[in-house]
């Protein structure tokens, strides 16, 4: 769960592998999952491989509406509830849910996020991308615990991203209360978390036999761009002038249907069995990053990102956030 355990297995898989490729041998028929976001983008596509699968997928969705136009198209056993990772009782209110009307969670999927937007606060005053990337999911699975103990072999998946170079934790002011905010930097600090987060769930899920890890999807154009400005897309390379793709984007990112692949080897894969709280990339576990690769912003995993000293003091700031909110 330190950086010295990312350490890249022998993967089937790879960056252009699909979700219904990882998972076309796997048998997970009569399991439950819980995906947040599970209603667009690479969430949407999670959702779908999970339930062609045979799995009942239920599904937190800010606006029942919205989540029945995408869902809707889908086969299998999905449910949508209501739920907004922004607002603590919503996120109670889905959990308690949950709770009442299921007796296993094999898997929490923690997809959901926002990326780079305006500064807002939610919450008690959370900076809106740590409040509801991290907060919020915190919280859920938090609430979720009872039922992740009680399923042999339960997996969280927490999706962090290579944003995560950007920003380790901003311990001495993570709600940007103090300085100016950059919402980069913001975002950055968020995956970070994500990823600190399943370092330390996974030693809380140990004695029951649970797993938890993070994933980088790799680049997928979402709507988790919604935020930014199309100049601000040109400028960061994604796309031309006239909003097409550009090169370096068609080379480097990846479709929704190879976006979910990572989180769904994270959820199902037996080379992970001994390998608690590590950050995947690429349907395999990531490897610290090259300092001396060309790649080094887009690859690998920092070590504030997979420090067990630091998850440990996430997970106790977080306790303590969610106590007095």
Not at 10 to 27: A, C, I, K, W, Y
Not at 186 to 196: F, I, M, R, V
Not at 266 to 286: F, R
Request: aromatic fraction near 8%; hydrophobic fraction near 35%; include cysteine.
């Amino acid at each position: 769960m330190a950086l010295s355990d990312q350490i890249p297995v022998n993967s089937p898989f790879d960056r252009t592998s699909t979700g219904e490729e990882v998972l076309s041998s796997v048998q997970l028929d009569g399991k439950i999952a819980v995906v947040t976001g599970g209603y667009s983008g690479i969430g949407l596509e999670t959702t779908k491989a999970l339930a062609a699968k045979r799995v009942k997928v239920i599904v937190p969705v800010r606006s029942l509406e919205k989540a029945k136009e995408s869902i809707s198209e889908l086969e299998g056993d999905i449910e949508s509830r209501a739920m907004d990772l922004s607002d603590l009782s919503s996120v109670t209110r889905f959990a308690n849910e949950v709770l009442e009307s299921n007796s296993r969670l094999d898997f929490l999927i923690n997809n959901a996020g926002i990326m780079a937007n305006p500064e807002t606060r939610v919450g008690p005053g959370w900076e809106s991308q740590f409040g509801v990337n991290h907060m919020g999911h915190f919280a859920l699975t938090k609430a979720l615990i009872p039922l992740l103990r009680q399923t042999e072999g339960a997996r969280v998946i927490a999706l962090s991203s290579t944003a995560h170079k950007m920003s380790g934790i901003r311990w001495d002011d993570i709600n940007f209360e103090s300085s100016g905010y950059d919402k980069w930097q913001a975002y950055g600090q968020s995956k970070t978390a994500n990823a600190l987060f399943a370092n330390a769930l996974s030693r809380r899920l140990k004695e029951t036999g649970g797993l938890a890890f993070s994933a980088h999807p790799g680049g997928i154009f979402t709507p988790l761009q919604r935020h930014l400005p199309k100049e601000e897309m040109v400028m960061l390379g994604w796309i031309n002038e006239d909003g097409t793709p550009t090169e370096l984007a068609k080379q480097g990112f990846k479709t929704p249907e190879q976006g979910c692949s990572t989180t769904l080897w994270a959820a199902t894969s037996e080379l992970l069995l001994e390998k608690p709280g590590v950050y995947c990339e690429d349907c395999n576990i990531s490897a610290p990053t090259d300092p001396d690769s060309p790649m080094a912003r887009y690859f690998g995993v920092e070590e504030h990102a997979s420090n067990d000293e630091a998850a440990e003091k996430l997970w106790d700031l977080s306790e303590e956030f969610l106590e007095s909110a």
